[in-house]
């Protein structure tokens, strides 16, 4: 069975700094690219970085320069370190986990809650 289990989320200030975490099972994680998206209230979901599993990275407009994806295929675990937070970053992230060549094979994880506020 495929778990994909984020942790990290949590109240911060503006101008702090959070790391969220994602632990995948059930999956041959390195055949993974593994990604973070975001949905703020009311809001559609939105796109925030992905790495494939020879470790290139793509991010989002919004959060260039500011996070930073990275993961470890030996403990199956992908991480978002995420600096400068505005009150704009507040939404559910998610962990994402798509298969390189099987369109079928996309999972996603419950998420996790990060609010950015004084």
């Known amino acids: 069975q495929v778990q994909l289990v984020e942790s990290g989320g949590g109240l911060v200030q503006p101008g702090g700094s959070l790391r969220l975490s994602c632990a995948a099972s059930?999956?041959?994680?390195?055949?993974?690219?593994m990604g973070w998206h975001r949905q703020a209230p009311g809001k559609q979901r939105e796109f925030v970085a992905t790495?494939?599993?020879?470790?290139?990275?793509n991010y989002g407009d919004s959060v260039k320069g500011r996070f930073t994806i990275s993961r470890d295929n030996v403990r199956k675990m992908v991480y978002l370190q995420m600096n400068s937070l505005k009150p704009e970053d507040t939404a559910v992230y998610s962990c994402?986990?798509?298969?390189?060549?099987?369109?079928?094979?996309?999972?996603w994880g419950q998420g996790t809650q990060v609010t950015v506020s004084s």
């Open positions: 994402n986990a798509r298969h390189s060549t099987i369109a079928a094979a996309n999972f």
């Open positions: 059930g999956i041959g994680f390195s055949m993974y690219g």
């Open positions: 790495i494939t599993s020879g470790g290139s990275t």
